[in-house]
């Protein structure tokens, strides 16, 4: 019954990232990436592999089932909706964030100081992914995609708070171990790509009755016939009854 209403592409990309982020994630648990190879280390030319491999490694088992919920849902959302840009927002999102996260200096807000940090986690592909949904279908305003944008913000509206650092809101003894820079840069690259691509793909039907000049000779025809057979409804009302009405609806409303 779906077949015809669902995308083949918005199952079965969603169901490799998610094969590609546990097999990672496998590898891990057994020693293939130790350390901090295969993550983003700002500034650092080791830390450059990152940008490809760094979505797909976690460092728990909390931390890969928390992103692929919403890896899962927000990227059959973008195949099954944009499926003409699907791949290059979900490709250039990648790539960009984890540019951008590296070259962002890793500065502990509340010192100051100058912190080695390794980013690992596809949180930054998940605000990116988020933030594109939501902007485009505002950037559209295609009631369908605005739905769609509408949804996001209903389950994921809360991601807005990952986008600060934590040391903001808590005395913490240690600096936090969630990027937020990851979460910014995935922001921002979202947000970014949906305005890029805001005419590219379904956009706002617009009727032919919406255009300014708009005259169609059959409409007209029927309104002048409507006109000849209800007079009584173009007839100004004679002021004694329209004084009638008023004071009715007064004591109406009185009531």
């Not at 029927?222 to 009405?245: A, G, T, V």
Request: hydrophobic letters at 50%.
């Amino acid at each position: 019954m779906f077949k015809n209403v669902i995308s083949k592409r918005a199952i079965l990309y969603p169901l490799l990232m998610l094969s590609a982020m546990w097999f990672g994630f496998f590898l891990q648990m057994h020693g293939f990436f130790g350390s901090c190879f295969g993550a983003i280390i700002p500034l650092v030319p080791e830390g450059l592999l990152g940008i490809l491999t760094s979505p797909l490694l976690h460092g728990n088992t909390d931390h890969i089932i928390g992103n692929s919920i919403p890896i899962a849902a927000l990227m059959f959302l973008l195949y099954q909706f944009y499926p003409l840009v699907a791949n290059k927002v979900f490709f250039i999102g990648w790539i960009a964030t984890g540019l951008l996260v590296w070259l962002l200096p890793p500065i502990d807000i509340m010192t100051g100081e100058y912190m080695y940090t390794c980013t690992i986690g596809a949180s930054g592909v998940v605000y990116v992914l988020a933030f594109f949904l939501f902007f485009s279908g505002v950037f559209k305003w295609n009631m369908k995609l605005l739905t769609i944008s509408l949804l996001v913000v209903l389950y994921y509206g809360s991601l807005v708070w990952g986008m600060l650092p934590e040391e903001l809101f808590y005395n913490m003894q240690e600096p936090s171990k969630i990027s937020w820079q990851a979460h910014l840069s995935g922001a921002a690259v979202g947000s970014i790509i949906a305005f890029a691509f805001k005419n590219v793909g379904e956009k706002k039907k617009k009727f032919i009755w919406e255009y300014p000049n708009y005259y169609s000779e059959k409409d007209d025809k029927l309104w002048q016939e409507y006109k000849e057979n209800h007079p009584e409804d173009f007839m100004e009302l004679p002021y004694k009854k329209r004084d009638d009405i008023w004071n009715h609806l007064d004591e109406l409303r009185r009531k």
